[in-house]
């Protein structure tokens, strides 16, 4: 293996990494947690419910005190599972903490929703550092398709929406099926059932998404290219 390509195989693996610490924390934890917890030590689905769903609402805290501001996905992460901890706590219903968890993908959903028919998609928000990477040159061109500057920008416009409006149907349709399982099977077979669900969910929002990230991809090349094409110039005259 050449020196160029160990940085590019480390810098994948710590992507790899940094993508899969999420849904280790969010997702992993809460469901291991709850198993382990009602099965290994005997706990009821209460107490097994409520003591998972902690490292959620501390991982949110923590990557809201991390980024010196405030996160609105976080707080409301953190909102609902107090809210669903209380409501458990005095109803002793299981099936109302399993429930709380599709009001956040639920809430998120819509919002993207919305988001992406008033043309601003939120999932640009996290698209794009995916494909800029760091590059100036690459952010520009995505800022001059954004903004209309462009001959390709409604056509780059349409592929952005129509990203957020996917994943925004996903995780909607993810929510009423979770709350179906929630209040339609017992307790202990909804917790891994809604994780199930979930998981296919992000299989399915990445696999459809991939559809417009090419095509986002190809117009970006062709607008940095085009950006480019003014300032080679004078260098090329220069150098005759």
């Not at 992507?15 to 198993?35: T, W």
């Not at 980024?67 to 901890?85: D, E, M, P, W, Y």
């Not at 954004?146 to 001959?151: H, K, L, V």
């Amino acid at each position: 293996m050449t020196s160029t390509q160990q940085p590019a195989t480390a810098s994948r693996g710590a992507n790899a990494r940094k993508a899969f610490l999420p849904l280790l924390i969010d997702v992993g934890l809460p469901v291991g947690g709850y198993y382990l917890l009602a099965d290994g030590f005997g706990l009821s689905s209460v107490t097994a419910l409520i003591i998972s769903s902690i490292p959620p609402a501390l991982s949110a805290v923590w990557a809201a005190v991390k980024q010196h501001r405030f996160n609105g996905l976080a707080t409301l992460i953190v909102a609902v599972n107090i809210a669903g901890i209380i409501t458990s706590i005095l109803t002793g219903n299981a099936r109302l903490m399993l429930a709380k968890d599709a009001l956040v993908t639920s809430t998120l959903g819509v919002a993207i929703l919305v988001s992406a028919l008033v043309g601003r998609p939120l999932m640009s928000s996290a698209l794009r550092p995916m494909i800029a990477r760091g590059r100036d040159d690459v952010d520009a061109a995505w800022r001059r398709l954004r903004a209309g500057e462009s001959p390709d920008s409604r056509r780059f416009r349409r592929a952005e929406a129509a990203f957020s409006l996917v994943w925004g149907v996903v995780l909607v349709a993810d929510c009423i099926i979770r709350v179906v399982l929630a209040f339609s099977v017992p307790v202990h077979t909804a917790v891994g059932a809604q994780t199930i669900v979930l998981l296919v969910a992000l299989g399915i929002g990445i696999a459809v998404g991939r559809f417009f990230v090419p095509v986002m991809g190809r117009l970006i090349r062709e607008e940095r290219e085009r950006g480019v094409r003014p300032e080679a110039a004078p260098e090329a005259a220069a150098s005759t």
